[in-house]
């Protein structure tokens, strides 16, 4: 059992870190045909759900974080969170984005 633990906490990473080259390829190309955002969901569901709403990274809304500490995990990067550059989201969206996930409801159940 500790074996099957061990390959999906490596599983995790590598497949985060497999995705940010794709990710970073595509930078503005998630954002509408201006370049620009249109609002934190808008990021959230683009960007940030890909990992955070399918178990490769930790469920983050619901849990009323700061959007600083949004800020500052997108910016730096944490654990197996890639950071994300303001050339891939200008700080303007990475702000909405906090906002949105800090004031965002849990996700429901699955079954």
């Known amino acids: 059992m500790s074996s099957?633990?061990?390959s999906q906490?490596?599983?995790r990473p590598l497949l985060a870190s497999l995705a940010l080259p794709?990710?970073?390829l595509a930078g503005q190309a998630f954002a509408d045909g201006d370049g620009v955002w249109k609002s934190g969901e808008n990021v959230y569901q683009k960007v940030?759900?890909?990992?955070h709403e399918?178990?490769?990274?930790?469920?983050i809304t619901g849990r009323q974080l700061p959007p600083q500490y949004i800020s500052a995990?997108?910016?730096n990067g944490f654990r197996a969170m890639p950071a994300f550059p303001a050339s891939f989201i200008d700080d303007?969206?990475?702000q909405q984005?906090?906002?949105y996930i800090s004031k965002s409801p849990a996700p429901a159940a699955k079954p």
């Open 92 to 94: 303007k969206a990475l």
């Open 9 to 11: 906490a490596v599983k």
């Open 97 to 99: 984005v906090g906002e």
């Open 54 to 59: 399918h178990q490769v990274g930790p469920v």
């Open 73 to 75: 995990v997108v910016r």
């Open 22 to 24: 794709f990710a970073l």
């Open 4 to 6: 099957l633990l061990n």
């Open 48 to 51: 940030c759900g890909h990992c």
